[in-house]
């Protein structure tokens, strides 16, 4: 079996390279590096299954080989990254998604699209489920994200309808574990960070804002399980850890975990900044008989060391 992915050499994306190589796939990666490292992805270069191609998939997308499965992570999905990149973010979302679904025709491959919990923008309900429709700025900072992810959902639901590929839609909630870029200005490896170097932990607003945090190797067990269940075309789930905290309290967590005293600066929130997120699992429960197994604290124990490292090197 023959897996392309796009954003290899991303955080998801890299991960997911090596357990499809673990499951025993031939992986085709691209990434062009706008936000991906070849760090991610180094150890794989010798494994006589991994290709890998430096590629922008807003070009045109062609590869000689069948594919059974695209994966299409190519994105950045970090909002300091998005903003900053904030026309090349729609183009991949939108050209490059174009091009994926192409390639999965041509193929006759099944294509798995990672949406984003970004497509219910600041949500009117919690928990949100698969039929929540969101409440999306479509003009402000976040908008080239969560819009650009809507488009591709119906994108991807067009092909279905049209030409009957095999679609399926991961909605992915905050995610967080090694290979997480350290400067992307996200929350876990920002409070990581600054608890481990003993430096002011930056909270936004009062800090009553929600997230859910999903440690990576319960995501990625659910993605390739939904990857690779037969009989499910335009399935669209959500996919994260229920599990929902106050970012203060993710603050008071994280400085617990790493024995730290640094204090508290509160920041200014961000515009448009969700103030709830949690999703709705029930759907991912009995299509995929899966749920994380990972609470924060338990995951974050799990990562320090790799942030460790990370930060001040081998000892
Ligand atoms: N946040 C924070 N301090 C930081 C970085 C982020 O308080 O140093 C907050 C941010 O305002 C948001 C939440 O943490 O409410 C999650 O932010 P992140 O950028 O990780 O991802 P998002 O879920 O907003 O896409």
């Not at 922008?56 to 059974?68: H, Q, S």
């Amino acid at each position: 079996m023959k897996v392309l992915i796009t954003g290899a050499a991303g955080f998801i994306g890299s991960h997911l390279v090596e357990k499809y190589l673990k499951e025993g796939w031939e992986v085709v990666g691209l990434d062009n590096f706008l936000t991906g490292t070849v760090d991610n992805i180094q150890d794989f270069f010798g494994h006589p299954n991994f290709t890998f191609v430096k590629y922008d998939v807003t070009n045109f997308l062609y590869v000689k080989d069948d594919l059974d499965l695209i994966l299409h992570f190519a994105c950045p999905a970090s909002p300091i990254h998005y903003m900053k990149h904030p026309i090349h973010t729609m183009k991949v979302d939108s050209i490059g998604t174009l091009h994926s679904l192409g390639l999965a025709k041509e193929k006759g491959a099944r294509f798995l699209l990672a949406s984003s919990s970004e497509i219910y923008g600041d949500p009117k309900v919690s928990p949100q489920s698969e039929g929540y429709n969101g409440n999306v700025s479509p003009t402000g900072p976040r908008s080239v994200y969560d819009e650009a992810k809507r488009f591709s959902e119906a994108l991807s639901m067009a092909y279905l309808r049209e030409h009957r590929i095999d679609v399926r839609i991961a909605r992915i909630f905050n995610t967080y574990g090694d290979k997480m870029n350290l400067n992307d200005g996200r929350v876990i490896p920002n409070f990581l960070k600054q608890a481990l170097l003993g430096k002011p932990i930056t909270v936004f607003g009062d800090g009553t804002q929600t997230r859910s945090f999903c440690y990576i190797d319960d995501m990625v067990e659910a993605i390739y399980r939904f990857s690779t269940k037969e009989g499910i075309p335009g399935a669209v789930l959500n996919l994260g850890n229920p599990e929902e905290l106050r970012i203060i309290d993710t603050a008071e967590l994280v400085k617990e975990i790493t024995g730290s005293k640094s204090r508290i600066e509160f920041l200014p929130l961000p515009k448009d900044d969700p103030k709830r997120r949690r999703p709705d699992i029930s759907e991912a429960k009995k299509l995929l008989g899966w749920e994380p197994t990972y609470s924060l604290r338990k995951g974050l124990t799990e990562v320090k060391p790799w942030f460790k490292k990370k930060i001040f090197g081998e000892k």
